[in-house]
């Protein structure tokens, strides 16, 4: 079945600095990878996402790349906020279901 | 358009009983598929419903069960409780007419504890 690997498992940036996520997954006919912010005592909440025939999509500060051949994802943000420390997961979707990355925690000190 | 609903919210049961959780997806959603969320294994896949039919399911053992009535409403069982299933039970909602490709969307929870 699927694998997907996500790091770093833990991230501090500082407010105004960028952050980056990378996730790889190990079947290549998994064809949809979203993004999801989950805080504290919250549901998942999707982000952005990304299909297989599209290598980067923008949404205001957050953007993510797809490299099909590496099979590898990431997820940018740029002048990041506090308001944007959360626990991020990646995923990838194949067979009716969804196969989350273990959790990227981000800490944006003020 | 009202959210995904999950009932009950908070649950506390002890070893070899069982349970059952309630989902409900947002409007005109046929897909619903349950995860178990824990500190130590994230997000992990049980299954997925799809018009009353089950069409993929994880590597969860038979203990764990679920349906999905005619309204899309779904349930999931777990039945003969141990420790190890104290979690977080996430249910999440898609369209399911796009397939692998549907955005799904996350209900907030049942927290189980089992005491």
């Known amino acids: 079945g699927e694998n997907v690997e996500q790091h770093p498992s833990t991230l501090s940036v500082q407010e105004g600095d960028s952050a980056v996520i990378k996730c790889t997954y190990s079947?290549?006919?998994?064809?949809?990878f979203p993004w999801y912010k989950q805080e504290l005592g919250k549901r998942p909440q999707l982000i952005i996402d990304i299909r297989s025939n599209v290598g980067e999509k923008k949404d205001q500060r957050i953007a993510v790349t797809l490299n099909k051949t590496a099979k590898h994802f990431s997820l940018h943000i740029t002048e990041t906020q506090p308001e944007d420390s959360a626990v991020y997961f990646c995923?990838?979707?194949?067979?009716?279901?969804?196969?989350f990355g273990k959790g990227t925690k981000l800490s944006v000190i003020p | 358009k009202a959210g995904v609903t999950q009932t009950p919210r908070y649950l506390i049961k002890t070893r070899g009983q069982q349970v059952t959780l309630s989902c409900s997806p947002i409007s005109g959603h046929r897909s619903v598929s349950w995860y178990q969320q824990t500190p130590g294994q994230g997000l992990q896949f049980l299954f997925e419903y799809f018009s009353e039919t089950q069409r993929n399911k994880g590597n969860f053992p038979g203990r764990f069960s679920g349906r999905q009535f005619s309204n899309s409403r779904s349930e999931m069982n777990v039945s003969t409780l141990e420790l190890g299933d104290s979690a977080l039970y996430l249910c999440?909602?898609?369209?399911?007419?796009?397939?692998?490709?549907?955005?799904?969307?996350f209900g907030p929870g049942t927290r189980l504890t089992v005491l």
């Open positions: 995923a990838a979707s194949g067979s009716y279901q969804l196969t």
């Open positions: 999440a909602s898609s369209l399911g007419r796009g397939g692998d490709t549907d955005t799904q969307y």
């Open positions: 079947d290549s006919a998994s064809n949809y």
